[in-house]
């Protein structure tokens, strides 16, 4: 079954403590990039991935740090969290830069006090 | 202002009912055209992809492009409650992932 595997699902974590969110695909899809979404604002995108070794920055970058080192994981890091970090994240995929569909995680709800 | 507007609703409907739903754009740049469909603690799954003006129907569903007034939507026949969700619409530039969302309009569907 074509899955996007984000962990964990749910993070409470304080200011300033390091973290990372995991993603995993077994689509071999070219294409990751990592999404928050808040309230209103809809989906913007934070960084993606054309391919192992190839990140960009996106809409939301600052406070946000991405590797590719192998084509089925992209993990996000939170160097230094902060309050306005709190925000539900997506992963997605897709094949390439064609009309294929994003294929999203199921997102991981973080939350910095 | 934000380049893709969409209101959040919610929007509550009767089973059976049309639904439509709307965004408006800025950038007149964007030539694809898209909506997701997001359920409770789920990522969004893609349900239509358009490709300028015009109109594309599945099954229930029907996507307008109207480019001139820089305005699209979609449009359910016969709701159900499994359609009961979050609807996001997205457009971008060129083929590809470089996507703007809209906020999403959360439609409700009582049986």
């Known amino acids: 079954e074509a899955q996007v595997t984000q962990n964990p699902r749910y993070l409470i974590t304080v200011t300033g403590k390091k973290l990372t969110v995991t993603c995993s695909q077994n689509?071999?899809?070219?294409?990751m990039s990592w999404y928050r979404q808040d309230p209103g604002l809809g989906l913007r995108q934070i960084y993606y991935?054309?391919?192992?070794?190839?990140?960009d920055k996106g809409d939301v970058p600052e406070g946000y740090k991405v590797s590719r080192k192998e084509k089925r994981n992209f993990p996000l890091i939170l160097e230094s969290p902060s309050p306005n970090q709190t925000s539900l994240y997506f992963c997605?995929?897709?094949?390439?830069?064609?009309?294929?569909?994003?294929?999203f995680g199921n997102g991981t709800r973080l939350t910095v006090t | 202002q934000k380049e893709v507007e969409q209101d959040p609703g919610p929007l509550s409907v009767p089973e059976g009912a049309i639904v439509s739903l709307n965004c408006t754009y800025s950038?007149?740049?964007?030539?694809?055209f898209m909506w997701y469909r997001q359920y409770s603690r789920k990522g969004p799954e893609l349900l239509m992809y358009?490709?300028?003006?015009g109109n594309k129907e599945d099954g229930r569903f029907t996507a307008q492009v109207d480019k001139s007034s820089k305005y699209i939507s979609l449009f359910i026949r016969d709701s159900q409650p499994s359609d009961s969700a979050t609807y996001l619409c997205?457009?971008?530039?060129?083929?590809?992932?470089?996507?703007?969302f809209g906020g999403g309009t959360r439609l409700m569907v009582k049986p």
């Open positions: 997605a995929t897709n094949r390439d830069r064609g009309d294929s569909p994003l294929h």
């Open positions: 991935s054309m391919n192992v070794e190839v990140t």
């Open positions: 950038n007149s740049a964007f030539q694809y």
């Open positions: 689509m071999n899809h070219e294409y």
């Open positions: 997205a457009m971008s530039k060129n083929a590809g992932n470089m996507l703007t």
């Open positions: 358009t490709y300028s003006s």
